[in-house]
């Protein structure tokens, strides 16, 4: 059964650094996200991404993060200087159309930052 | 107001007999479609159960099923059978387009410990 993957499952990155989250979504699929959940927290929603470009951010996806599809199967979240409290767990999720259609996530990106 | 409340912080239930873990939403879309979502200790998000907006029947997956009220605007999960490996975090989640979007708007989630 295809499934969305993501890269790498866990990072330790120092406060200011930069970090790369990679995401392989289903094949098929043309809608892209990125939620992420801080601990204990509930998951929210940080950017959706289709036909190459971003279709909706939320206020937290300021300046510091940025989303690239650079070629047919990787999507990446990068956050430029990351702060402490960019540590979270960070999903990838794809579906196939954007309409109320499912939206299936990866296993997640475990981010700490110190 | 709350997009999608779960009240429950925590439920505990007896292997072997059915829980209802509950979800209320709110919005104006007539178009949205309801999600549960279960989050083991590994941290995953699993898919579990979809309910369309004007689907006519309660969607089922197996020992999933959604008790979906439209005019309470209730879409409970019920786990029939339930087993020790469905001891998680489970999140109902929304989509309503026209007025939030294409994202999913999640709950602050419910811990289900399913006791042997």
């Known amino acids: 059964e295809p499934e969305v993957t993501q890269t790498p499952s866990h990072q330790v990155t120092q406060m200011g650094q930069e970090v790369i989250l990679r995401c392989v979504p289903i094949s098929n699929h043309l809608y892209f996200y990125w939620y992420r959940q801080i601990l204990g927290q509930k998951v929210e929603f940080l950017v959706s991404?289709?036909?190459?470009?971003?279709?909706?951010k939320s206020e937290i996806f300021d300046d510091q993060f940025s989303v690239e599809r650079p070629d047919g199967s990787n999507f990446t979240l990068k956050i430029r200087s990351t702060k402490l409290e960019d540590s979270a767990m960070y999903f990838c999720?794809?579906?196939?159309?954007?309409?109320?259609?499912?939206?299936?996530f990866g296993p997640g990106t475990r981010l700490l930052v110190l | 107001a709350q997009k999608i409340t779960q009240t429950q912080p925590g439920m505990f239930v007896q292997e072997k007999e059915a829980v209802t873990l509950d979800c209320t939403y709110d919005?104006?879309?007539?178009?949205?479609?309801l999600f549960w979502y279960k989050q083991p200790s590994s941290g995953e998000m699993i898919f579990l159960i979809y309910q369309g907006s004007y689907d006519q029947q309660n969607a089922t997956e197996g020992r999933y099923s959604l008790n979906f009220q439209k005019a309470r605007k209730s879409a409970n999960l019920v786990i029939s059978a339930s087993q020790l490996g469905d001891s998680a975090m489970y999140f109902c989640?929304?989509?309503?387009?026209?007025?939030?979007?294409?994202?999913?708007?999640f709950g602050a989630g419910t811990i289900l410990r399913v006791k042997s």
């Open positions: 989640a929304m989509r309503a387009p026209s007025e939030y979007g294409n994202k999913l708007v």
């Open positions: 919005t104006s879309d007539p178009s949205y479609g």
């Open positions: 991404f289709y036909n190459n470009e971003i279709s909706e």
């Open positions: 999720a794809s579906s196939l159309a954007g309409a109320v259609k499912t939206q299936y």
